[in-house]
């Protein structure tokens, strides 16, 4: 387990390079605005990604990625939209948290391939709909909390196959 709060600098993120046995990481409450493509691509083993409080304004399609994780928390930061694939080799994931984001848009394909998800939050952002497929094929989703969004439309067919979910 490593924990680098407040004190990020480049230096230490190249050094992630040689920490191949590491399973949990704590990046959160830096000043991180990105994060490098492939920058986890030689922790093969992290599980748990701790990513909160950061300034983190978008995420390429190659940052997380492949990697084992089953965690990975997001929220508090500065992330406005969430693109197709941005987590398709997170095939392990179950938790994924991006509350407190200014998430306004997210793409259909934005969760493809997470078959192990369980639990979702994208509470506390400003998304006004939801594309009517973004939670098909998610065959463990149990849980997606969407509270305090300015949701303005909601399909039925988005929610037909969660057992739980808070609004």
């Given at each position: ?10 230096r230490?993120l ?6 191949e ?98 639990n ?8 006004q ?30 929610l ?8």
């Open positions: 387990c490593v924990i680098i709060q407040s004190c990020v600098r480049k230490v190249d050094s992630m390079l040689c920490l046995n590491l399973v949990t990481l704590y990046l959160s409450r830096n000043n991180l605005v990105r994060l490098p493509e492939g920058i986890f691509l030689h922790v093969t083993r992290l599980q748990k990604l701790s990513l909160f409080q950061n300034r983190l304004e978008n995420l390429g399609t190659s940052v997380f990625g492949p990697l084992l994780l089953t965690e990975l928390w997001l929220y508090s930061n500065n992330l406005t939209r969430l693109e197709d694939g941005i987590f398709r080799n997170l095939t392990k994931l179950q938790l994924l948290i991006l509350s407190r984001n200014s998430i306004c848009s997210v793409s259909e394909g934005t969760f493809a391939h997470l078959n192990n998800l369980v979702i939050s994208l509470r506390h952002n400003q998304i709909s939801l594309p009517r497929g973004i939670f098909h094929n998610l065959p463990r989703l149990r849980c997606v909390n969407l509270h305090d969004n300015s949701l303005y439309n909601l399909h039925t067919e988005l037909n196959s969660l057992h739980q979910y808070e609004l």
